[in-house]
């Protein structure tokens, strides 16, 4: 479970449907072949390449389904994203409670299934050899990403 405390409250993240469709709307993005990526996909690998956008986008969408009034703005959450990175002195365990979430979520659990199955396709694809060799060292960072961020 992943719990951001704005203004004096703490508020659980969750992985819902709004999820989902917050994250698409605000949050997709584009490869560099022009396709669309995903908004979950977006946050997902924001938060395995320990981009600090991504803590921001991942608790603007878990926090989506509360009704709108208690809803914190994007600006409540980067103030409290940063007040909890300064008492714990790094982002890691924020990052790593937001990974979780997602990770161990039993809503994405088919997604995350199918996100690391897609991503292992990679290994051994490549036109040259330094191409091959790219994707492996990609592939192996990403799994030693996850491997911390769940650990």
Same mark, same amino acid.
């Given at each position: 479970?992943?719990?951001?405390?704005?203004?004096?409250?703490?508020?659980?993240?969750?992985?819902?449907?709004?999820?989902?469709?917050?994250?698409?709307?605000?949050?997709?993005?584009?490869?560099?072949?022009?396709?669309?990526?995903?908004?979950?996909?977006?946050?997902?690998?924001?938060?395995?390449?320990? =981009?600090?956008? %991504? /803590? !921001?986008? $991942?608790?603007?969408?878990?926090?989506?389904?509360?009704? &709108?009034?208690?809803?914190?703005?994007?600006?409540?959450?980067?103030?409290?994203?940063?007040?909890?990175?300064?008492? =714990?002195?790094? %982002? /890691? !365990?924020? $990052?790593?409670?937001?990974?979780?979430?997602?990770?161990? &979520?039993?809503?994405?659990?088919?997604?995350?299934?199918?996100?690391?199955?897609?991503?292992?396709?990679?290994?051994?694809?490549?036109?040259?050899?330094?191409?091959?060799?790219?994707?492996?060292?990609?592939?192996?960072?990403?799994?030693?990403?996850?491997?911390?961020?769940?650990?």
């Amino acid at each position: 479970m992943a719990f951001l405390e704005i203004k004096g409250e703490e508020l659980e993240g969750k992985c819902t449907f709004k999820f989902d469709r917050v994250s698409d709307e605000k949050y997709n993005s584009q490869d560099a072949n022009g396709n669309d990526v995903g908004g979950f996909s977006t946050v997902y690998m924001g938060l395995l390449q320990y =981009d600090i956008k %991504a /803590l !921001s986008q $991942f608790w603007d969408c878990a926090l989506s389904y509360l009704a &709108s009034k208690k809803k914190p703005s994007i600006a409540e959450i980067e103030d409290a994203l940063q007040e909890r990175i300064e008492e =714990d002195g790094d %982002a /890691l !365990s924020a $990052f790593k409670e937001a990974f979780k979430a997602i990770d161990n &979520s039993g809503f994405f659990k088919l997604t995350v299934k199918n996100f690391w199955k897609n991503l292992n396709m990679v290994e051994g694809m490549g036109g040259t050899d330094e191409e091959k060799e790219q994707n492996e060292r990609y592939l192996t960072t990403m799994k030693e990403a996850r491997e911390e961020l769940t650990a």
